[in-house]
């Protein structure tokens, strides 16, 4: 098993900044996939942004030029460093990561950090 802890959510104002991270411990075998997803309310879970086993990133488009996501592989950590935050950001967000056994990948998901946008 894999756990997940993230850290970092909390109260901003619009135009402000939090930095998410998020730290995996337990049975990793290789890591290729760290990334953050959010859900709102009455919303799907949607990709934030997700980086690779190197130091390739995704991002969607919403958050593109104001968030940043990053990964210390020795550390099997990742952070993501949001800026000029809007209200539309308000939602719980999830750390997920694929660990790659030998033979598969299973999935995991920590338990969410509120994130609330508000003035």
């Known amino acids: 098993q894999v756990q997940l802890v993230e850290s970092g959510g909390g109260l901003v104002q619009p135009g402000g900044s939090l930095r998410l991270s998020c730290a995996a411990s337990g049975s990793i075998h290789r890591i290729i996939v760290m990334g953050w997803y959010r859900q709102a309310p009455g919303k799907q879970r949607e990709l934030v942004a997700e980086?690779?086993?190197?130091?390739?990133?995704v991002y969607a488009d919403s958050v593109k030029d104001r968030f940043s996501i990053s990964r210390d592989n020795a550390a099997n950590k990742m952070d993501l460093q949001m800026n000029n935050l809007k209200d539309e950001d308000t939602a719980i967000y999830y750390c997920k990561l694929i660990n790659r056994r030998p033979g598969r990948s299973q999935t995991y998901w920590g338990q969410g950090t509120q994130v609330t946008v508000s003035p």
């Open positions: 980086i690779t086993t190197g130091t390739s990133a």
